[in-house]
């Protein structure tokens, strides 16, 4: 994999991540759903009470993609695991390595923390995505359904 380089993103990239999570909004057609703001980003991966950490990838030295995950836990495994929330790699950097060194290194940071599994979700219509990381043996969830609840439903079940 030369010219990949995989790095820990720091409060420097913010911009640069707020940016690539709007490209990947826009390949998923949920541009309009986007409101973070990097001052957001900034506390939320980089800030005293961080709930996600975020990497960053580039090939030749240009930035290429980016990951942000984030620790779960699974009780039947009596063990933290890893959430993967963001996997993006720009269209003209596709087909050159970076997503499989970014699952890689994130694998690798699993291992490294002694977590259980690595986990994250795929829209339905992304057969690219969906073969590749059948690819990798990630194996789909087919028994399970996401459910969220957000906006004035949350604030509704929050009792607000």
């Given at each position: 994999?030369?010219?990949?380089?995989?790095?820990?993103?720091?409060?420097?990239?913010?911009?640069?991540?707020?940016?690539?999570?709007?490209?990947?909004?826009?390949?998923?057609?949920?541009?309009?759903?986007?409101?973070?703001?990097?001052?957001?980003l900034r506390e939320t991966?980089?800030?005293?009470?961080?709930v996600a950490e975020a990497?960053?990838?580039?090939?030749?030295?240009?930035?290429?993609?980016?990951?942000?995950?984030?620790?779960?836990?699974?009780?039947?495994?009596?063990?933290?695991?890893?959430?993967?929330?963001?996997?993006?790699?720009?269209?003209?950097?596709?087909?050159?390595?970076?997503?499989?060194?970014?699952?890689?290194?994130?694998?690798?940071?699993?291992?490294?923390?002694?977590?259980?599994?690595?986990?994250?979700?795929?829209?339905?219509?992304?057969?690219?995505?969906?073969?590749?990381?059948?690819?990798?043996?990630?194996?789909?969830?087919?028994?399970?359904?996401?459910?969220?609840?957000?906006?004035?439903?949350?604030?509704k079940l929050g009792g607000?």
């Amino acid at each position: 994999m030369a010219g990949i380089d995989i790095r820990t993103a720091t409060p420097d990239d913010v911009g640069l991540i707020l940016q690539l999570i709007k490209e990947l909004a826009d390949y998923e057609k949920l541009r309009h759903t986007v409101r973070a703001t990097e001052q957001g980003l900034r506390e939320t991966l980089f800030g005293e009470g961080r709930v996600a950490e975020a990497v960053i990838a580039s090939l030749d030295g240009v930035s290429a993609g980016y990951a942000i995950f984030f620790p779960n836990y699974s009780t039947f495994e009596g063990r933290p695991g890893l959430y993967l929330e963001d996997l993006y790699v720009r269209p003209e950097a596709r087909r050159q390595g970076i997503g499989r060194a970014l699952l890689e290194h994130l694998a690798k940071i699993a291992v490294d923390r002694d977590w259980a599994r690595m986990e994250w979700s795929v829209l339905d219509w992304n057969a690219p995505s969906i073969a590749f990381y059948n690819s990798l043996g990630a194996k789909a969830m087919a028994d399970w359904t996401t459910f969220r609840v957000t906006g004035e439903a949350l604030r509704k079940l929050g009792g607000a």
